[in-house]
């Protein structure tokens, strides 16, 4: 008897049960997503040029996501070895129990072909390899000759789709290309694709050029150059290859910088021993000076919305990091720990500035706040200076020198880049020793 | 100059006298041994949740694997009473005892070893309590069935108390949430200071394999400007799918159809 | 003393030797100028083209403004037009030495100025850190490249 009550009582007591349990799931892997890029399939090969033949699209233009997927930290690309489905097949539905058997995630897969105008047209798909279905599927048109920017825009989709964030893929780098003994560098501008690829100098080396920086709308440059031994701001149109001298400044001008509209140019101009801030309209030449003070006033940077700039003073005695409002005033100290600051840039997503930093004698890349708070310090090194941001605010690209032994022997300089949680600090490939890098703006905005 | 050479000479002097006069005897102290601690293993259900540290997490994992001789399924056969149900739910006094007796006997290396841990690490985040009852589980084999048709009355009684609050034990929810964790890949570019929990509803089968599965805020994922709660929600799904079939009580089966998962990856990347 | 304690001592003698090799300058911040004579050139028999500077600074020394009287009395004297370079060690960022340079360059045009010197036969130019004489990455290196030049006009 007791037996059937305490039956019938635990009946009624399930069945009242019916609300879901909630259990909360707080932790998780941070891990690179694992993801597999199949080689790409080659849809009419008889229909390609000799030259394109050669170019082996079928590895290369996979090679060139793979890179870029593996070298932004947040995804592990599987080697190709361990494919099992061949691209033959897997272009058109991949058979996801072969790619989750090798603990892919996510598997890229795609077709290649020349269409009628002899355009080259790539299609991919990014495939749930976990959920067994397709992410996304786009295809893409361009002239041959660009089959890497072809690559560089698919990385940027599958990024953006996997994390959430812009990719900063499509993009180049202007720097500074070194070479020579240490007492007598030879500098000549220089730019390339964010991997390395396509690299191309600007200049011949005859003067020094220091400084590039990229116009965020056109194909300008600009940079500082020792042109016939005048230290001044030039303009460069990369297309055309026509060089201008920044204004009619009787004396050093340095440290240029374009606004975000790419209408102005703002930088310093230094006379009888004070370096202060300028900035002049490319159109109309009238020239705005915003700080007039005694001391050292350069390395500006304006915000992404143009409402403020942040720069480097030492009118406290010590270099130290600024903000003010783009008409000069409101001028206000932000750095606040113990060393020197420099070189700050303001991120492209208005959250954060990036900086230098000296503290007995050693050289930091950091982050902080635009407030100043939050200072982040995410390497150490003997010698780096002059962090530039990715277009979507997660990386900095910066160069590093190693010290000299006697008569400059050992000395080289490189450019580096890190995220900026600290982590993934990669050195990036250059022909020759590299300083002063710049990273442009997406390229297909 | 002459200020400095002085100055130096007086402390060089000072540093010698100080350090003529301890240097041999630390030399000289023998080692300290360190007592050996007795553990109390106490119910699980009378603490709170636990969070997890994955890294004392490996280590018990590791030793596990060498032990792996005794180690039992946590779905035993059906017709043996399910061990969880022995620590989940206070028992009465005699037969605690008779268990702890028991459990300390077979198994002094166990417990040894737990406790080298805790003295390295610290506190109550490395009693994977989960981990410890399956242990004590492995011991209690040849008692389970003379104390299960004893307790089988007393533990149905007292599970429905404790069911009137959670459809599952502490224990049991933190066995779920160990495999979850385990196969969740956060999305590593995500903004921490965004409200980011992704709701997930699930209808599980006896076998504790995934019926169905549903995002909550579905509409949330495509929102524009909400670019990021998709990837998050879709990263929660890949989850749930590389986790089927979840490892499951093996009764119960009412209480646990029906499961919520609330991913929040804000504190994993607050960092 | 037993001969323990002597073995001791010797050891802790010694150590205090190891311990002291490790003495840095004794230059106060602000002073590390460099005083030697190695790099320094001549503009005119007796008149030393270079002064140099102490660290993030561009004040003149009193050996300094000995080396600019000279300067000026033969600049004076001979009618030449000069040029005066500004130059930084490179323990700076880029920039700021550029500017570092240009205010110890016009530093010294002042006081030449100062000296009787017409401000029409001084010209200014700062190399930052761009070209140093002693490219070894050292304080004796560093020390040497912070400094002013006075070549003559071409």
Redesign the interface.
């Known amino acids: 008897m007791k037996k059937i009550l305490l039956f019938v009582l635990i009946c009624l007591f399930n069945t009242g049960l019916n609300a879901a349990v909630k259990i909360d799931i707080t932790r998780g892997n941070l891990e690179p997503l694992p993801a597999a890029i199949s080689d790409f399939y080659l849809d009419n090969p008889d229909k390609f040029s000799e030259k394109l033949k050669k170019l082996n699209l079928e590895t290369n233009l996979p090679k060139v996501i793979k890179n870029n997927l593996k070298r932004s930290g947040l995804f592990y690309i599987l080697d190709k070895k361990s494919h099992i489905q061949k691209p033959k097949l897997s272009h058109l539905k991949p058979r996801f129990e072969d790619w989750s058997l090798i603990k892919a995630q996510i598997m890229i897969s795609g077709k290649i072909k020349i269409d009628e105008k002899n355009r080259l047209r790539v299609e991919f798909r990014l495939w749930d390899v976990v959920s067994a279905k397709e992410i996304e599927g786009l295809a893409l048109f361009a002239t041959p000759k660009s089959w890497r920017r072809i690559g560089h825009i698919i990385s940027d989709k599958i990024y953006q789709r996997m994390t959430g964030e812009e990719g900063y893929f499509d993009t180049r780098i202007i720097y500074v290309a070194e070479s020579g003994p240490k007492d007598r560098r030879i500098k000549k501008l220089a730019i390339m694709d964010q991997d390395g690829a396509n690299n191309k100098f600007l200049t011949l080396g005859n003067e020094l050029v220091l400084t590039p920086r990229f116009n965020p709308t056109s194909q300008l440059v600009t940079y500082m150059s020792y042109f016939k031994n005048l230290p001044r701001v030039y303009l460069l149109n990369i297309e055309t290859g026509v060089q201008e001298i920044v204004g009619d400044f009787p004396g050093m001008t340095f440290a240029p910088r374009f606004s975000p509209d790419g209408k102005k140019v703002i930088m310093s101009f230094a006379k009888d021993g004070n370096s202060d801030i300028y900035t002049m309209n490319l159109k109309s030449r009238v020239v705005e000076q915003l700080t007039s003070h005694p001391s050292i006033d350069t390395s500006p940077s304006f915000s992404p919305d143009s409402r403020f700039v942040v720069f480097n003073s030492d009118r406290s005695g010590f270099q130290q990091l600024y903000v003010m409002r783009s008409d000069g005033r409101k001028v206000k100290r932000i750095s606040r720990g113990k060393g020197l600051y420099g070189t700050p840039v303001w991120s492209p997503r208005g959250d954060l500035i990036a900086f230098t930093k000296i503290y007995k004698g050693k050289f930091y890349i950091g982050v902080m706040r635009t407030d100043g708070s939050g200072e982040r310090l995410l390497t150490e090194n003997f010698y780096q200076e002059a962090p530039s941001w990715s277009p979507n605010g997660r990386v900095l690209i910066f160069y590093r020198e190693t010290a000299a032994r006697k008569k400059g022997v050992g000395a080289s300089s490189k450019l580096w880049s890190i995220d900026i949680t600290g982590y993934n600090e990669i050195k990036l490939k250059t022909p020759s020793d590299a300083s002063d890098p710049s990273w442009s703006s997406l390229l297909s905005k | 100059m002459y200020k400095s050479f002085s100055l130096s000479i007086l402390f060089h002097t000072f540093i010698i006298i100080f350090t003529m006069f301890t240097m041999p005897f630390v030399v000289k102290k023998p080692i300290d041994v360190p007592p050996i601690i007795e553990i109390d293993l106490i119910q699980i259900s009378d603490k709170t949740q636990l969070p997890f540290a994955p890294k004392a997490k490996e280590i018990i994992d590791k030793i596990k694997e060498k032990e792996k001789e005794r180690l039992v399924t946590k779905q035993a056969p059906p017709k043996i009473v399910p061990k969880e149900k022995l620590d989940a739910v206070p028992l009465p006094d005699n037969i605690k005892k008779k268990i702890e007796e028991k459990q300390k006997k077979q198994n002094p290396e166990e417990v040894k070893e737990k406790i080298r841990q805790s003295s390295e690490f610290e506190k109550k985040e490395l009693f994977d309590p989960n981990k410890i009852a399956a242990l004590i589980d492995k011991s209690k084999q040849e008692q389970a069935d003379i104390l299960a048709k004893k307790s089988l009355e007393i533990t149905q009684d007292q599970d429905n108390t404790v069911s009137l609050d959670k459809g599952l034990t502490i224990t049991q929810e933190d066995a779920i949430k160990a495999q979850i964790f385990k196969c969740w890949n956060i999305p590593l570019g995500l903004p921490f200071d965004e409200d980011l929990t992704v709701r997930i509803k699930l209808k599980l089968k006896p076998d504790g394999s995934i019926m169905s599965s549903e995002i909550m805020d579905h509409a949330r994922m495509n929102r524009p400007g909400q670019g990021f709660y998709k990837v998050l929600a879709e990263s929660a799904l890949r989850a749930v799918k590389l986790c089927d079939p979840l490892k499951m009580p093996t009764t119960g089966y009412n209480k646990w159809k029906d499961l919520q998962l609330n991913f929040d990856a804000k504190e994993m990347l607050k960092g | 003393m037993s001969l323990?304690?002597i073995k001791?001592?010797v050891?802790?003698?010694l150590?205090?030797f190891l311990?002291?090799a490790c003495?840095t300058s004794?230059r106060k911040p602000g002073q590390d100028y460099y005083t030697g004579s190695d790099t320094v050139k001549f503009l005119a028999s007796g008149v030393p083209d270079r002064v140099f500077f102490a660290t993030?600074r561009?004040s003149l020394h009193s050996g300094a403004k000995g080396t600019l009287n000279k300067q000026a009395a033969y600049i004076k004297s001979s009618g030449i037009s000069v040029v005066v370079e500004g130059h930084a060690d490179?323990?700076?960022?880029?920039?700021?030495n550029?500017?570092?340079g240009?205010?110890r360059?016009?530093?010294v045009k002042?006081y030449l100025m100062s000296q009787g010197v017409a401000s029409s036969k001084i010209t200014v130019?700062?190399y930052g850190k761009?070209?140093?004489?002693?490219?070894?990455?050292s304080r004796l290196a560093w020390s040497q490249n912070r400094r002013s030049v006075t070549v003559k006009s071409k």
């Open positions: 323990k304690n001791n001592l050891l802790v003698v150590l205090g311990i002291s003495a004794s993030n561009s490179e323990r700076g960022t880029r920039e700021y550029l500017a570092l240009e205010r360059a016009n530093a002042d130019i700062s761009e070209r140093p004489v002693n490219p070894e990455s």
